[in-house]
């Protein structure tokens, strides 16, 4: 599968630490995935299909779309599909039609502003994502997904309300405080990034990317031993070595720490 979007950011489940400012050389993810939660497969629960099981899904996911367009659950999970294998442009596209034929629903909206900001199309993602809040006003997505946004338009202390709004509506969330995390990473404070990763990291359905993100952030200030044992802390074999070689990879001459040290 095709991995890069027409801007050069990561996918949403593997887009990289201070997305845009600080390159990890795509090896992690601060914003990880963590628990899929919403009921729809995800791009990243497309990941490493073959070449025929691509073929199978791509035929059955478009059809059902094709079929009913404004059914939700299809033009999500074909989107979503189209995400995985590097289309963000259809992926968008889908969305826009599923929105438009869906203008009551914020799911609708919610994931419209994803593939809108996926696409680096931050205002109009920020009009759609506001649309989403006042939809469904009690939903902690809406208000981390504007705070993503915020944040990717240089808005960091705005981008925090909104995370600390949905934390308010979802306590200990990690996906938020990882979220949170990468903002005071954008603004060079990671003594607070590496905060909110632990309390992420303490959480019981916190996936296992944040783990690697705390890891990540503990490497970008030196503390190389403890980012290592971080990151291999209750995985395999085979995952402690991905872990550790993203660790060598974010912290080689011209890795993340280069290039975050001179963006200070």
């Given at each position: 599968?095709k ?10 489940a ?7 400012l ?36 791509s ?39 599923v ?12 994931f ?11 205002p ?35 981008a925090?309300?909104r ?12 996906d ?7 903002s ?6 990671l ?28 490497a970008l ?23 550790l ?20």
């Amino acid at each position: 599968m095709k991995t890069n979007n027409p801007t050069g950011h990561a996918s949403r489940a593997a887009i990289v630490l201070a997305a845009g400012l600080v390159a990890l050389s795509g090896c992690a993810s601060v914003r990880g995935g963590g628990i899929n939660t919403s009921g729809y497969r995800m791009a990243e629960d497309f990941a490493g299909l073959s070449l025929s099981q691509q073929a199978e899904v791509s035929y059955r996911l478009e059809s059902a779309y094709l079929s009913r367009p404004g059914r939700l659950n299809s033009g999500i999970e074909y989107s979503e599909y189209l995400k995985a294998t590097g289309d963000y442009k259809k992926a968008n596209e889908v969305m826009r039609q599923v929105a438009a034929l869906n203008p009551g629903s914020g799911e609708a909206q919610l994931f419209y502003a994803r593939s809108q900001a996926a696409l680096g199309y931050y205002p109009d993602a920020l009009r759609t994502v506001r649309q989403a809040a006042s939809l469904s006003p009690n939903d902690w997505r809406v208000y981390n997904e504007e705070g993503t946004i915020l944040d990717q338009m240089g808005q960091p202390m705005e981008a925090r309300m909104r995370y600390r709004k949905a934390l308010s509506l979802s306590p200990n969330n990690p996906d938020v405080l990882a979220a949170m995390a990468t903002s005071y990473v954008l603004t060079h404070d990671l003594p607070t990034a590496e905060n909110y990763l632990r309390d992420a990291v303490d959480q019981r359905d916190a996936g296992s990317d944040v783990r690697v993100n705390l890891g990540l952030v503990l490497a970008l200030q030196g503390k190389q031993e403890e980012a290592q044992r971080v990151v291999t802390a209750g995985v395999s074999a085979d995952e402690a070595q991905q872990n550790l070689a993203a660790l060598a990879a974010a912290t080689a001459p011209g890795g993340a720490w280069e290039q975050y040290a001179v963006g200070m």
